[in-house]
């Protein structure tokens, strides 16, 4: 069960938009709508950030949105601001295995 | 609010077995899909299993298919994990989480416990 690929790292500025990708296969994100993105502060549980590839949680920020185009989804915040400084991890739904992660991206906020 | 709380973790000798539960509280139970994720040390996450709300239909990691087994007991309001079988890389936090939706779920995980350290090691 192949992990969903994501950058290991990125970087923002406060106030700039960044897109983390999560890319996959026929098998998972590229036939199923049932992609999510997590947000993970050290030590802490993941949070829920997006489901359903676009639909966000009650009480997550707008500036958190989702996108799907092929085998690849998107994360994408913006007006960056330093608490969002975190990992973040999609996951998808897939007809191979039930559900795969993504390795996690560490975003930075410059 | 909705709560989750798992128990069991602690050191387990290669070869060993253990028995995790997380009961939750706050919301209908017996309604809600459940699942196991873990996380190595300094790694990301990784999903270990899942049960449907009656507890039916179970779906398993291939790297635990055959030594790990899931299930519920709505009574008690309590997910179970129970592993034999346990190497090295069985080491992690594992957490218990929520489905985002009741009924067939979204696999999406609202709700998470807060993790129980599982060690394997002689």
């Known amino acids: 069960q192949s992990a969903l690929t994501q950058p290991a790292s990125m970087s923002g500025s406060p106030g700039q938009s960044i897109t983390i990708s999560c890319t996959g296969t026929?098998?998972?994100?590229?036939?199923?709508?049932?992609v999510s993105w997590y947000q993970q502060h050290p030590g802490k549980a993941p949070k829920l950030l997006i489901y359903?590839?676009?639909r966000r949680p009650s009480g997550v920020s707008t500036r958190f949105s989702g996108s799907r185009s092929g085998n690849t989804a998107s994360l994408t915040i913006s007006g960056l601001q330093a608490d969002d400084e975190s990992d973040y991890y999609c996951s998808s739904y897939g007809s191979s295995t039930f559900l795969v992660f993504g390795g996690g991206t560490k975003l930075t906020v410059l | 609010e909705v709560q989750l709380l798992e128990s069991g973790g602690g050191v387990v000798r290669p070869g060993g077995s253990l028995r995790l539960s997380c009961e939750g509280s706050g919301f209908i139970f017996s309604a809600y899909p459940m699942t196991w994720v873990r996380q190595a040390p300094g790694t990301g996450l990784e999903w270990v299993a899942s049960?449907?709300?009656?507890?039916?239909?179970?779906f398993y990691a291939d790297s635990v298919t055959g030594r790990f087994n899931i299930s519920r007991d709505n009574s008690k309001n309590t997910l179970y994990l129970q592993g034999d079988s346990l190497t090295a890389e069985d080491t992690a936090i594992y957490f218990c989480?929520?489905?985002?939706?009741?009924?067939?779920?979204?696999?999406?995980?609202?709700?998470w416990g807060q993790g129980t350290m599982v060690s394997v090691s002689s």
């Open positions: 049960i449907d709300g009656p507890g039916g239909r179970t």
């Open positions: 989480a929520r489905d985002a939706r009741a009924a067939s779920g979204v696999a999406a995980f609202y709700a």
């Open positions: 026929n098998y998972n994100v590229g036939s199923y709508t049932l």
């Open positions: 359903e590839t676009n």
